[in-house]
T-cell receptor
Framework: GENVEQHPSTLSVQEGDSAVIKCTYS??????FPWYKQELGKRPQLIID?????GEKKDQRIAVTLNKTAKHFSLHITETQPEDSAVYFC????????????FGQGTRLTINP | ETGVTQSPTHLIKTRGQQVTLRCSSQ?????VSWYQQALGQGPQFIFQ???????GRGNFPPRFSGLQFPNYSSELNVNALLLGDSALYLC??????????????FGDGTRLSIL
């Protein structure tokens, strides 16, 4: 089955700098890749997603890139702010009847003021 | 627009007991998925319900079962609870359609503790 590896597990950046989180997936049939932000004690919140027919997608300070050949995708956050501090999860999904999201292990991002 | 709601927020049970968790999907959504999130881990897919039937299952034993109702709300039932079942149980809803892989939106979860 699908396996998603995420790194780094922790990331600390200065406010205003950029942060990059990377994920690799194993099943080339995966075609949907969402990113979730989870603050302590709160629900995972969908922040951006990308489908396999697109190489890059941007939404204000957040962007995701996808390399299908290498089977990896990345989250880029620019001009980081203290409120960006949270745990970020990547996920991959195959369209095979049920949409089963397979998640990475998470990255704890800390923005230092 | 009403988001995904789950109840209860917290629950404490003892080994061997049974538990039922509930989820109301976001308005307009017809598909519900359940995930288990252990502390410090990413969510793991339990199963998904569409048109009141289970249409996909992860690596969870049969003592994990569910239901979906005509109003698209859902229940997760766990029998013969084990200490290892202690986790945050998340429900996510989405809109199934011709164009699959629609975004899944999560509820706040139910924190289940087994003593």
């Amino acid at each position: 089955g699908e396996n998603v590896e995420q790194h780094p597990s922790t990331l600390s950046v200065q406010e205003g700098d950029s942060a990059v989180i990377k994920c690799t997936y194993s099943d080339s049939a995966s075609n949907y890749f969402p990113w979730y932000k989870q603050e302590l004690g709160k629900r995972p919140q969908l922040i951006i997603d990308i489908r396999s027919n697109v190489g890059e997608k941007k939404d204000q300070r957040i962007a995701v890139t996808l390399n299908k050949t290498a089977k990896h995708f990345s989250l880029h956050i620019t001009e980081t702010q203290p409120e960006d501090s949270a745990v970020y999860f990547c996920a991959a999904s195959i369209n095979q009847g049920a949409q089963k999201l397979v998640f990475g292990q998470g990255t704890r991002l800390t923005i230092n003021p | 627009e009403t988001g995904v709601t789950q109840s209860p927020t917290h629950l404490i049970k003892t080994r061997g007991q049974q538990v039922t968790l509930r989820c109301s999907s976001q308005s307009g959504h017809n598909t519900v998925s359940w995930y288990q999130q252990a502390l410090g881990q990413g969510p793991q897919f339990i199963f998904q319900y569409y048109r009141e039937e289970e249409n996909g299952r992860g690596n969870f034993p049969p003592r994990f079962s569910g239901l979906q109702f005509p109003n698209y709300s859902s229940e997760l039932n766990v029998n013969a609870l084990l200490l290892g079942d202690s986790a945050l149980y998340l429900c996510a809803s989405s809109l199934a359609g011709t164009y699959s892989n629609q975004p899944q939106h999560f509820g706040d979860g139910t924190r289940l503790s087994i003593l």
